[in-house]
């Protein structure tokens, strides 16, 4: 017996030290990118926090979703009217937002833990979201690369400066400059989108139905975050019930060859899960919206208070968020080369107002924005590279990507129909830049003259990672409404320092929007 116990303690410290040796096998494997991680993290703590370092501070319009959350739990869609302010829809005597209940879902266990934190979650919450971002995108990169060793000085390069574009050298940067209600609901939509693709990417590899359950659950946040950001992940599923359908009927490996899809025992079961998941996700949307409006339509504007206050915007658009006629002004504005404007005074560098307008759209409201082409030029060449990529399928983990690349450009891209223009609307397209950038690094890094390339990609990343950082400065402290006036005048002062530094009349006071 004691010889027994004696093996089995040797057998159990042997494993204890396997394992021990294991995770720190992978810790050494991995960290080369923890500088990245910690950059990327550090430099947008400081933007969320607008440089003091204080996560649980109020700000303006980040109560909705802790109000929102408190009526869900009290059988209500409704809020009070200081919890939406502006941006009130107005029926039957109550007042409504128009954001999906995703990130109030999220807030319930908070809002039942505690009393006096409604509009103090919101900058930790994006904080999770961004981490949760890179870690995605370095998951999705491994797979795109085949291999999570990596090789080369050129590999640990081409990486590192993937996980800085994707977090300081994108509009993740812009987006969490300013953490009020707009921005969660953008960022949490392309967050689980992101989340979304991993499970799917997962499932592909594994052909295990719980990632893809877990993949519905991803989808239905996305989209009831922000239903342009999370429509391609909802369109993913979609196609994946139809294939599998029609697999059980056919008993064909429909998808096989173009999309990997993996062969599979019972494909009427994986149908079943992924139909649910979308049966759910739009069932839960017009449920919704007729519980709020009693109707399904998704925004009608008619109960929107800005537009009773400004009728000719009612006029301008018709009444609907969506105009195909805006597809050639949506592309050349957000895929040009007019997105950034210049100025003699500091930070030199500054969004465009002015869209490429063509044919005749119908254009609510144009605010700062820049296009993907200008303002992140290293993703945007990776993506394109990465797309190309994906087409071509070399290998089986590239073509895993087909789907979610093909899904999220178009969900992204509907922003390109919508009525306003703003740089904040770019971030619908990150989910499908980031993916199709994976891909790209594998193509660098596979291709010829990997150091030429990674140099090049270096000097965009620098490029994207500069504007994005000046443009998130300058749209949080000058540009937009709601920053206190000591961060205004802070700003300001640094502003008019630089510019007298350089012999620089002094720039006017940005008014408020």
């Known amino acids: ?197 991993v499970a799917i990417i997962y499932y592909f590899r594994s052909k295990n139905i719980r990632a893809l359950a877990a993949a519905g659950v991803f989808a239905f946040f996305s989209f009831h975050s922000r239903p342009t950001g999370g429509a391609g992940a909802l369109l993913v599923l979609g196609i994946l019930a139809a294939l599998f359908t029609l697999r059980a009927m056919t008993g064909k490996p429909i998808g096989h060859k173009f999309l990997s899809l993996p062969p599979i025992d019972r494909p009427f079961r994986h149908a079943l899960v992924a139909g649910i998941a979308c049966v759910i996700i739009v069932a839960v949307y017009f449920g919704v919206n007729y519980g709020k409006f009693r109707t399904f339509d998704g925004v009608p504007v008619k109960y929107y208070g800005m537009y009773h206050t400004d009728p000719r915007r009612m006029v301008v658009t018709g009444g609907k968020q969506i105009h195909i006629e805006n597809i050639p002004t949506g592309l050349a504005s957000y895929f040009g080369m007019r997105g950034a404007t210049f100025h003699a005074s500091f930070p030199w560098i500054y969004m465009s107002r002015t869209p490429s307008v063509l044919g005749h759209p119908a254009i609510d409201v144009v605010e700062q924005y820049s296009s993907v082409p200008i303002s992140m030029p290293a993703l945007g060449l990776l993506a394109l590279l990465g797309a190309m990529l994906a087409l071509r399928g070399p290998r089986e983990s590239i073509r895993h990507m087909r789907l979610p690349i093909t899904g999220l450009m178009i969900g992204g ?101």
């Not at 890179?134 to 050129?154: D, F, K, N, P, S």
């Not at 270096?458 to 709601?482: D, H, K, M």
């Open 1 to 197: 017996m004691t010889s027994i116990a004696i093996h089995t303690a040797a057998r159990r410290d042997s494993a204890s030290s396997d394992g021990s040796s294991s995770w720190r096998a992978a810790f050494l494997r991995h960290a080369y990118i923890i500088p990245s991680f910690a950059i990327v993290l550090l430099v947008c703590a400081w933007f969320m926090t607008w440089g003091d370092w204080r996560f649980f501070d109020r700000e303006v319009f980040c109560g909705f979703y802790d109000a929102q959350a408190r009526s869900i739990l009290h059988g209500r869609l409704d809020v009070p009217p200081r919890a939406i302010g502006i941006e009130a829809f107005y029926f039957r005597g109550k007042t409504y937002g128009y954001f999906g209940i995703g990130p109030a879902l999220l807030r319930i266990p908070l809002v039942l833990i505690s009393n006096g934190m409604d509009g103090r979650w919101s900058r930790g919450l994006m904080f999770i979201a961004c981490f949760i971002n890179l870690l995605c995108a370095y998951r999705i990169l491994l797979w795109a690369r085949g291999t999570e060793r990596v090789q080369t000085g050129i590999d640990r390069t081409l990486n590192s400066l993937f996980i800085l574009c994707a977090g300081i050298g994108s509009t993740n940067i812009f987006i969490v400059d300013r953490c009020y209600t707009y921005h969660e609901a953008i960022m949490m939509g392309a967050t689980f989108a992101l989340l979304f693709t």
């Open 413 to 513: 891209g509907i922003i390109l129909m919508t009525v306003g223009i703003t740089e904040r609307y770019v971030h619908d397209l990150y989910p499908f830049l980031i993916v199709a950038a994976a891909a790209g690094v594998a193509r660098v890094a596979e291709g010829k003259n990997p150091r030429r390339v990674t140099g090049l990609i270096a000097v965009l990343a620098v490029i994207s990672i500069a504007l994005n950082c000046t443009f998130a400065l300058e749209y949080q402290r000058l540009a937009v409404w709601g920053v206190s006036p000591a961060k205004r005048v802070e700003m300001q002062n640094v502003q008019h320092a630089v510019d007298r530094f350089f012999h620089v009349q002094p720039a006017p006071v940005a008014d408020d929007e």
